[in-house]
């Protein structure tokens, strides 16, 4: 009888998510202040005779209700980074639910933190190859840390230590 084979060691795991420090109350919190603020606004103007202000304060106000509705619905995406002996897995989960998968042979794996000026540093994961950017949504402390720590997953998983008591 054959036994199944053992799964996979994982030597390093990574979950990249996006920083999004405004929860839903804080939204609705945010949106209200902006209601109001806009609303005295817009009445002033009004009473002033400028009554065409209204339709472009209304559509200020939905534009930016919009737009931080949807940094919100952004809180969902993540990065998941997996590495084993065979490959590093790269899943990737957008805000729908959506998912992408990718793989990276191990052997030969490099990390790269290419430097753009003025901008945040790219990091890259290339092998055989194939190249893909991955944690693009952290800056660059995170991005600079996640790579140190890969580094050193790979490090390690290229260069066991074996406790070997007769050697001791």
Not at 16 to 40: T, Y
Not at 78 to 84: D, M, Y
Not at 102 to 125: D, H, K, N, Y
């Amino acid at each position: 009888m054959t036994q199944p084979p053992d799964p996979p060691v994982l030597h390093f795991e990574a979950v990249v998510v996006p920083h999004r420090s405004l929860s839903p109350r804080g939204l609705a919190i945010v949106l209200s202040i902006l209601g109001v603020v806009s609303l005295s606004v817009t009445t002033m103007f009004w009473m002033l005779g400028a009554w065409p202000i209204a339709g472009f304060n209304g559509g200020e106000m939905l534009i930016a209700a919009v737009l931080l509705r949807s940094h919100v619905r952004s809180r969902r995406a993540r990065e998941v980074l997996l590495l084993t002996d065979e490959n590093l897995r790269i899943l990737r989960f957008d805000e729908n639910g959506g998912r992408q998968e990718s793989q990276l042979p191990a052997a030969w794996l490099a990390v790269i933190l290419e430097e753009r000026p003025g901008r945040v540093p790219g990091l890259f994961l290339s092998s055989h190859g194939k190249r893909e950017e991955v944690a693009r949504m952290l800056g660059e402390t995170e991005k600079r840390d996640l790579a140190g720590a890969l580094k050193v997953a790979l490090h390690r998983m290229r260069h066991p230590v074996f406790d070997n008591p007769q050697l001791a």
